[in-house]
């Protein structure tokens, strides 16, 4: 998100799977060739235990260098058992509390300000909320914490935009696709996260609703049709 020129947005997709010392060496090409205003770092299924140990939090600040620093923000860790606490947090990760024996994944944002070109500018996370999610009851079919999302609301100057990483589930069924979207949907309506601005990336999984024929060919792919009235 530059703020210095015309609107636009890049973004860039890796899988890099388990090896997490892969995100300073992409990170860092990546700030080295675009050299964002607002950097926002989205990971799906990365291991629990990195993300609980910081590691996932070194790796993306060596990636950045010294010429960002990250966006922190108040987070309420609302306990049944102990209360409302607040705390100033760095990054929003799922499922930290998933013992290793669960194995566990985590769906992880951390957002960077360039200081050179951001000292003037309001940027600030006013709202986060995250959720781990383990969809319906099928414990074969999801046998690991894999899914859910992260929502941040960010402002930039008189500007709001919600930030959405999530992890959907994958299944060739489209009602049970559909209905897992409509559920994150309701709960981002019910957190607060309906501004008129959003990004909502991650791991979408829609791929899960072609055919066989569609994977097979190049072919055009029609994954949802209406009626004219709709």
């Excluded at 964002?36 to 291991?47: A, F, K, R, S, Y």
């Excluded at 049944?80 to 990054?91: D, H, L």
């Excluded at 930030?163 to 009602?175: G, R």
């Excluded at 019910?190 to 791991?203: K, M, Y």
């Amino acid at each position: 998100y530059p703020l210095r020129r015309q609107r636009q947005m890049c973004i860039r997709d890796r899988n890099i799977g388990k090896n997490i010392n892969k995100l300073e060496e992409f990170i860092g090409k990546e700030v080295n060739n675009h050299r964002p205003d607002i950097l926002v770092i989205g990971l799906q299924e990365t291991p629990v235990g990195p993300v609980k140990n910081g590691q996932v939090d070194r790796e993306c600040d060596k990636g950045v260098g010294d010429d960002y620093e990250v966006v922190s923000f108040a987070y309420d860790t609302r306990s049944r058992f102990f209360g409302p606490k607040v705390e100033n947090r760095t990054s929003l990760a799922t499922c930290k509390g998933i013992t290793s024996r669960q194995k566990g994944f985590s769906i992880y944002t951390r957002i960077y300000r360039l200081k050179a070109t951001t000292t003037n500018n309001t940027v600030k996370i006013i709202h986060a909320k995250k959720i781990c999610v383990r969809p319906g009851n099928a414990l074969k079919q999801y046998p690991f914490f894999t899914k859910g999302y992260t929502a941040c609301k960010l402002q930039i100057n008189n500007n709001v935009i919600d930030i959405i990483n999530t992890h959907l589930i994958f299944t060739n069924d489209a009602q049970e696709y559909n209905d897992f979207v409509n559920k994150m949907e309701a709960w981002l309506d019910e957190n607060d996260f309906n501004s008129d601005n959003r990004i909502l990336f991650g791991d979408i999984n829609s791929r899960s609703l072609l055919t066989e024929e569609c994977l097979r060919k190049d072919l055009d792919c029609l994954l949802y049709t209406s009626d004219a009235a709709d």
